[in-house]
């Protein structure tokens, strides 16, 4: 772990991102000693630093204290955190914020190979996203609804929450994005209330809009989830995920969601 | 700073209140080397842990840390972190956390004696608090809204911000809690979807209770708070500020608020 380019692994107990989980998040892939799709991970670095009005980083910066971390060869996940760093006592932040950057590298988790071939299990959380338009998008480091949502169960079996919003919208799963299939259109939550825009989720509507596949951001609920044609999830260290069961329904059959694992693996950016 | 009873001002990196901000806090005064108002506080610690279905450290242990940093005599602003510690990655909670408990010690802020005597001035931020009834109440580390309001002015004629929720009904202010006087009778936000149910707005209630003075806790807005006949602010720092000015509205006389703050300052729990 790397704290402002020290070997550390420890913080400032005055830092704002421990006081007020003032600061931003990535989480991405590294593989064969390279972080993937770094570009757009720090652009949306830069877009979550923007919304709080907090400096970020350079770029170059970051990746050379990554490559520090990364031994060549290397798979694994690295976690990057920007936070508002120390100040003085109070909400407000201060004028000229030294941000702390936390650099960590874990391994991959060992998911099952199944779970890509032929599915996971998805659960409806109890759990209702709040709205906030100021805060909607990014990654930043009020996490609490996650966390609550993450302890209402604890089936191996389940792999992932579906966190609908107050007025029963599906938004995302508790660390994915989501999409359907219906029609022959792929359709994706709006998260201009609630919610994180993850990099895979940008990489799938590029992908669509690159092959002409009718796709739109929209807004549903898990009834219309529920009798979607395909259903899979993604993020930056999963990959893509089909889903196999969700309420009392079964898929088992996901071409639309096949091509676009295919797609999201082996495209270079 | 004690960090898990150790004289220490660095927590580790991985503790999941710098990840999540998965904690509470308290804020407390400290008078003549006694901290103020300690079951009250300790017992909104418990509940707001018990939110969070996090273990809250005993009462003595804190008691007997927090001694520990106040030398005799001393006055000062105390403030008790309680996170759930560090833990494998992911959202879900571990099943047998080992809290942090993160206690510091700060100077009271210089507030001018005027504040309390002729009131302050009071604007309405732009941010609208967003609806989450599984968190309302609490004092967690997901504070990043009050960062937001907080960051909307920098004139230090202003002494707080006024929080409204996206319905647009009053709440609180960004670090206090807010109370009205109208036709006689006192009212305070109905805080069962948002805001920070702090110690001071229960001792008012109580007190309200006590002396037989009409109080209700209700809903309203920024149209019924203009045409209040006092408004006052409250917390365990600043104790009770009236409010002088509002919109284009300013007020001089606040019988009702100074009878609350004298008897908040002077009773003894």
């Excluded at 720090?42 to 350079?58: E, G, I, S, T, V």
Aim: net charge negative; proline share 7%; aromatic share 6%.
């Amino acid at each position: 772990m790397l704290v402002n380019g020290e070997l550390d692994d420890s913080i400032s107990a005055a830092d704002r991102g421990l006081l007020y989980g003032d600061g931003v998040f990535r989480t991405l892939r590294v593989t064969g000693g390279q972080p993937l799709h770094w570009q757009r991970h720090y652009r949306k670095l830069q877009q979550d630093c923007a919304a709080l009005a907090l400096p970020c980083p350079d770029a170059s910066l970051l990746l050379e204290e990554l490559h520090r971390l990364i031994a060549s060869g290397t798979d694994g996940v690295a976690k990057i955190i920007v936070t508002r760093g120390a100040g003085v006592r109070g909400y407000a932040p201060p004028g000229n914020p030294i941000p702390t950057r936390i650099l960590a590298l874990t391994p991959c988790p060992p998911y099952p190979g199944e779970s890509y071939t032929q599915g996971v299990k998805l659960r409806i959380c109890d759990l209702r996203l709040s709205h906030q338009p100021r805060l909607a998008g990014v990654k930043h480091l009020n996490r609490l609804e996650n966390v609550l949502a993450a302890a209402e169960w604890d089936d191996p079996g389940i792999a992932e929450g579906l966190l609908l919003d107050m007025g029963d919208n599906v938004i995302e799963g508790t660390r994915s994005n989501l999409f359907m299939v219906s029609g022959g259109a792929l359709l994706t939550p709006d998260l201009s209330r609630c919610g994180v825009a993850g990099v895979q989720r940008e990489r799938v509507l590029e992908w669509a809009a690159a092959h002409g596949a009718p796709c739109r951001i929209a807004q549903f609920g898990p009834g219309e989830l529920r009798a979607a044609d395909e259903i899979f999830l993604v993020n930056s260290i999963i990959g893509l995920w089909p889903v196999r069961e969700l309420l009392d329904r079964s898929w088992s059959y996901f071409p639309f969601a096949m091509q676009v694992q295919e797609w999201l693996s082996h495209a270079p950016d």
